[in-house]
């Protein structure tokens, strides 16, 4: 009988062995094909800067190639949702991003998707976004441009590139009591090119679009959002300090799977983009960019997510803010 019974258990261990080896296989030998990384931004935007220096350090700790594919469109939301329905096996990753996870939910009524649908990876750093105006509009910095807005009004434009700049945007208009014209562009390539051409007055972006046109003296910074400085423009006021106090909106980046991805690959890319953040060069590359790394752990990223939407849903509610 005793005998009997060792068999049966045997025999039960060998077949729970056989049922859960393809799987623990699949996750040791992760990855075994190139990564999909889905960038829901145009080409040379500050998201997509970001993206391909990552992405190539990525593809060096995995050993496979990390492939950048650029899904702009609808305010980040056409490539946030194709991330969203994608395999949940660890071969599609995606840049999340403060518009389209924290703002977007709120702002359209159907983005396609929901928070849910992603499982978190890392939050990788925060973005301050810098306001910048066309070197034609004759004002040199935050006072001055209310001024003007208030003494023309409904005649100058912003542009926005992403949900999160333009409700930057909506947020300094609204606090300034001033009435301008919004003018979409689905990327900070694609708005600052505009910018150049002096097609619109101002905007607020992140900082590696406008950098070197800054540095040019091709367009005029005249301060950030974020409640502190950025080490990136040591010398230009916060928004709040330049004449409208209370002011601050910055903005965040970070790494999402598709729900249901298995907690050991999730794990996996966590740790080697936490190793990556922390590495020196990749540090002084980023704060280059004006970008702060945070990374962390998936869990704390679920919940500052979660926090943000809440945050950032209100406002788009009080400011009835449409797309």
Known sequence: MIALRVMKAAAVVAMLAATLAPAAAQTEAYPSRPIRFIVPFAPGGGADVVARMLGARLADALGKPVVIENKAGASGNIGAAAAAHSPPDGYTIAFAYS????INPTLYPDPGFKNSDFAPVVLMMSVPQVMTLNTAVPANNVKELIALAKAKPGQLNFASSAAFNQLAAALF???????????????????????????????????????????????????????????????????????????????????????GTPAPIVARLNSEINKILVAPDMRAKLADLGYEPIGGTPEEFGAYMAREEAKWGKVVKASNLKP
């Open 173 to 259: 208009n609204e606090m300034a009591g001033i009435n301008v014209v919004h003018i979409p562009y689905t990327g900070g390539a694609a708005s600052t090119t505009a910018m150049l051409a002096g097609d619109v007055a101002y905007q607020f972006t992140d900082p590696p679009a406008v950098l070197p046109f800054v540095k040019s003296g091709r367009l005029k910074a005249i301060a950030v959002t974020s409640a502190k400085r950025s080490s990136l423009f040591p010398d230009l006021p916060t928004v709040a300090e330049a004449g409208l106090p209370g002011y601050e909106a910055t903005s965040w980046n970070g790494i999402v799977v598709p729900a």
């Open 99 to 102: 518009g389209t996870h924290a």
